[in-house]
């Protein structure tokens, strides 16, 4: 996680979980970026999503409080696990939530979907009669 320095370690500490929550469940790699994003702020999230260890793997969130922006950015493989559509999904639960003033809800519960969504199926075994 990424600037938020406006956030309690409580209300960071509740972020990370969900984030070590959610790549449990989905095996891919969270970041989330809380703070004041360059314009515009699509392709700054893009950047950062780009200077991510394996950004392939990963999904960044960036949230813009000040600017009332939210993106969600998803590496190639990523993709195969996430759809936009579970994304746009996410995105309103969390605009809602931000809505509310509960910014840090919004996040923990839109990460925790996220990792949801993008669980991977189960592999059945087949060679068995």
Known sequence: MASGDTLSSRERADIERAVRIAEQLSGLSFSVYVGPAEVPAREYAEKL??????????????????????????????????????????????????????????????IQQLGDHARHPRTVHTDEP
């Open 49 to 110: 999503h780009a200077e991510l260890a394996a950004p392939e793997h990963s999904v960044l969130v960036l949230v813009d409080p000040g600017r009332r922006q939210l993106e969600i950015v998803t590496g190639t493989e990523a993709r195969r696990f996430l759809r936009d559509t579970d994304c746009q999904l996410v995105v309103l639960g969390m605009k809602s939530a931000f809505a509310d003033g509960d910014l840090v809800g919004g996040l923990v519960s839109g």
